[in-house]
C-alpha cells in the first residue's frame, strides 16, 4: 500500500501557479507493471492474506501484545541505567544508544549473534559514522509470536544487559580495535554459558509453525 500527496502544491517562490502533486502516475507506473505486474502476482496475493489477517481481533490482540512487550523490555534496559533514545517506546522497537558505555555497536551485534540473540546495529543522532554506529535496534514482533508476554521480555533484557557486559570486558582485555576484539570472542566460555542460558529459555516456547511433535526426524 503506498500512500501519497494529491492536489495542489503549497506556494512556493519559482513554482509555477496552480502547481499540482504529480505522484500518482509515477507511482502507477511503478506499481504496474514493474513490481505487480507478470511475474508478481505473488505479491499481491501476499498483501491481501496481510489485510486480512491485520483486520482480525487476533491481530489486535498480537499487536497490542508488541508494542506492551517493546515498552517493557525498554523499562527494564532503562531501570538498569541504561539509554534508550528517545526515554522509552511507543512502538514495536527498542533503539538502544550504547555510546555512553564507550563502545561502537558492531561488537555487540557480533557477540549477540554468537549468543544466538538477534539484533541490528543502528545510527544514533549524532554518529560521526554509519560503519561505527552508537545504536541497536530490538523489535519484539518474533518473540511476540512465539507467545512471550511483559515478564518474559524482561528476562530478554537480563541477556541483553549480559551480552553489553561481556562486550565491555572483552574490549578492556583485548582492546577497541574490532580485529582485536575479535579475539576476545574465541573460545570464550562466559559467551558460551550466555548462548547456552538463551538455548534453554528459547527452547521452551513453540515457533509457529515448526513443531517438534509433527516432525518427522525430532532428533
Known amino acids: 500500500m503506498i500512500f501519497y500527496r494529491k492536489g495542489p502544491k503549497p506556494p512556493k517562490k519559482g513554482q509555477p501557479e496552480g502547481a499540482v502533486y504529480d505522484f500518482e502516475d509515477k507511482i502507477n507506473s511503478a506499481v504496474f507493471p514493474a513490481l505487480q505486474g507478470g511475474p508478481h ?17 487476533g491481530f489486535k490482540v498480537y499487536a497490542k501484545q508488541v508494542k506492551a512487550n517493546a515498552v517493557a523490555l525498554a523499562n527494564y534496559l532503562m531501570a538498569k541505567g541504561y539509554n534508550i533514545v528517545t526515554g522509552g517506546t511507543e512502538n514495536h522497537l527498542v533503539f538502544w544508544d550504547l555510546r555512553p558505555l564507550g563502545m561502537t555497536d558492531n561488537k555487540v551485534e557480533k557477540l549477540c549473534d554468537l549468543c544466538n540473540i538477534t539484533l541490528n546495529k543502528n545510527a544514533v543522532f549524532g554518529d560521526s559514522s554509519a560503519l561505527a554506529p552508537g545504536g541497536v535496534r530490538i523489535g519484539t514482533p518474533a518473540m511476540t509470536s512465539r ?44 559467551i558460551e554459558e550466555l548462548k547456552a542460558d538463551v538455548e534453554k529459555f528459547s527452547a521452551s516456547y513453540e515457533m509457529p509453525g515448526f513443531l517438534m511433535s509433527e516432525m518427522k526426524y525430532p532428533d
Open 147 to 190: 507467545g512471550l508476554v511483559e515478564k518474559d521480555f524482561e528476562k530478554i533484557g537480563e541477556f541483553l544487559s549480559r551480552s553489553v557486559t561481556l562486550t565491555l570486558n572483552i574490549q578492556k582485555e583485548h582492546g577497541k580495535l574490532l580485529k582485536d576484539f575479535n579475539k576476545g570472542l574465541m573460545n570464550n566460555k562466559e
Open 41 to 57: 502476482n505473488h505479491q499481491i496475493g501476499a498483501l491481501a492474506v496481510a489485510l486480512k489477517q491485520a483486520n482480525t481481533p
